[in-house]
């Protein structure tokens, strides 16, 4: 165990890498992130500190996201770069077996492991916690005013604006259209001004809007709908040189209170989620049991009834049912035909509505037990991963970020489709939770065990020859010889001649 050049070597060799793959793959899931809610942020004049924090908490967040890609991709360069550069070959010759060669790296993997599983269930809820209320909290923050030319602009609370030109040095707007509904639609305002200017209050919470030389006309009949549909409405009709309007618009950014997301399955840790799941599971089977009695007292059957209540109605004659029916006539068939059929749909109606906050817990446990189930998938895909990657770029023998970069993101996205498609069957229960969850490690760990057996035996693994004749020998196949007619002249040597020829 004790480190060797040769290990600090093969660690130099693997660390460089592992950095730039990490901060490449983390800058790139962090752009799908933000390119997901850029047209929701956009225009809402967010300041440089709140941006800071939400890009930190979303590198946070998508740390355990990045890391299985990056020891992948390192994994597979570092061990192209050792046998295109002959270096591999060189070890295994002086006797140092592909595994002794991994050693090293597979310490640090098994320690990358561990962080993965830190930041998923110690670090990861609070900045989870800290980017959804970010991000709701933008979505909710008031647009910044910027006002276009030539089309009404309605991001301001009841009020319409048209601008038909600006100054943007000056601030000025000029032939300015307003549309006013702050005192409902029916006593709605129309404001013509040839100029005017907007600015913010001190205070952010209200916008000032000046406007010089103008007309304001508002209705005075404001039941009065056919005098408005032929133009005789009287309306009220205020010229003025100069006039103020303030608008209430609250452009601060305000934060929303982080307790409302804490019974988000996301942030909460391992043992918190065992908690919640005890507590859910308690709730579940209260509701089940008292649903389960309202139906039963209801639209109970003999066979839901008590054993005495069943006892008693199976002494009670039954009723001529064949009888019944043939002296009914067919309207009073089909009158309780129709009958039945509603109280039966009224029936389904009122077990779906009480079921519904049923399902809608069973919804949120599956969630938890996804969640649970995650943190540690995850965490072991790091693992996975240097296991393919590793011996995969030792058969290959390729460097750079070429066909490394290729393999590494085809294999990545088969896993990651396997993975969103098991989760989502488990979360929606139509697999089972270990099923679905654990699929795409079962996948890979097979697939890494295969490869790396292969390397550490420097067997052939993609060589189209070697699959070939192997399914020729399953199938029975024999391969045809194509032998071509040649004519042969056989004479007796003269050796004497061929002496004189060769003097």
Same mark, same amino acid.
């Given at each position: &165990? ?13 660390? #460089? ?43 946070? /967040? ?32 002086? *006797? ?16 990358? /492991? ?57 601030? &000025? ?24 200017? &907007? ?32 133009? =005789? ?15 209430? #618009? ?23 989620? =065992? ?80 079921? /519904?906050?049923?399902?809608? /817990? ?39 970020? *070429? ?101």
């Amino acid at each position: &165990m004790r480190i060797k050049k040769l290990d600090i070597f093969v660690l130099k060799s693997f660390g #460089f890498m592992f950095v730039g793959t990490f901060f490449i793959c983390l800058f790139i899931f962090m752009m799908q992130f933000t390119w997901r809610y850029l047209d929701e942020l956009i225009g809402k004049g967010l300041t440089m500190d709140v941006l800071a924090q939400f890009f930190w908490h979303m590198g946070i /967040t998508l740390i355990p996201t990045s890391l299985p890609l990056a020891i992948l991709l390192a994994s597979l360069i570092t061990f192209g770069n050792l046998g295109e550069d002959l270096e591999l070959l060189a070890m295994k010759a002086a *006797g140092v077996p592909l595994i002794r060669i991994m050693r090293p790296i597979l310490m640090v993997v098994v320690l990358m /492991t561990g962080v993965s599983f830190y930041f998923q269930n110690v670090t990861g809820p609070h900045a989870q916690i800290s980017l959804r209320t970010l991000l709701i909290s933008m979505k909710q923050a008031q647009p910044a005013v910027e006002i276009p030319e030539g089309v009404f602009y309605n991001d301001l609370p009841n009020i319409n604006l048209f601008v038909e030109r600006k100054n943007a040095e000056t601030g &000025m707007l000029y032939n300015v259209i307003i549309y006013k509904t702050d005192q409902g639609f029916d006593r709605a305002q129309i404001v013509l001004a040839d100029s005017g200017r &907007m600015e913010v209050s001190a205070d952010k919470m209200h916008l000032t809007l000046d406007l010089w030389q103008g007309a304001l006309f508002e209705n005075l009949q404001q039941e009065n709908f056919s005098a408005l549909n032929t133009g =005789n409405a009287p309306y009220d009709r205020e010229v003025f040189g100069y006039k103020r309007f303030l608008i209430d #618009f609250d452009s601060n950014f305000a934060l929303m209170d982080q307790n409302m997301l804490r019974d988000m399955p996301q942030a909460k840790s391992m043992a918190e989620i =065992n908690t919640s799941l005890d507590s859910m599971s308690l709730a579940l089977d209260s509701m089940g049991l008292r649903l389960h009695q309202e139906a039963r007292l209801r639209y109970y059957t003999p066979q839901a009834m008590p054993e005495r209540e069943a006892k008693t109605l199976a002494k009670t004659t039954p009723l001529p049912y064949d009888s019944l029916l043939a002296a009914a006539s067919p309207n009073a068939l089909r009158s309780a035909e129709q009958t039945a059929l509603q109280n039966i749909r009224s029936a389904m109606m009122d077990l779906e509505w009480k079921a /519904t906050p049923a399902d809608q /817990t069973e919804k949120l446990y599956r969630g938890h037990q996804v969640e649970w189930h995650q943190k540690i998938t995850l965490s072991l895909a790091c693992l996975l991963f240097f296991f393919v990657g590793a011996p995969l770029g030792a058969i290959i023998r390729k460097g750079g970020l *070429g066909m490394p970069a290729v393999v590494s993101v085809a294999i990545f996205i088969a896993y990651y489709i396997i993975n969103i498609s098991g989760m989502k069957m488990a979360r929606d229960g139509n697999w089972g939770m270990v099923y679905g969850m654990w699929i795409s490690s079962a996948v890979l760990l097979p697939f890494g065990i295969f490869l790396t057996y292969k390397a550490n035996k420097d067997s052939m693994v993609f060589n189209s020859e070697l699959y070939l004749r192997l399914f020729r020998q399953v199938l029975g196949l024999r391969s045809r010889r194509h032998i071509d007619r040649k004519e042969v002249i056989i004479e007796d040597p003269d050796y004497d001649a061929m002496v004189t020829a060769l003097d």
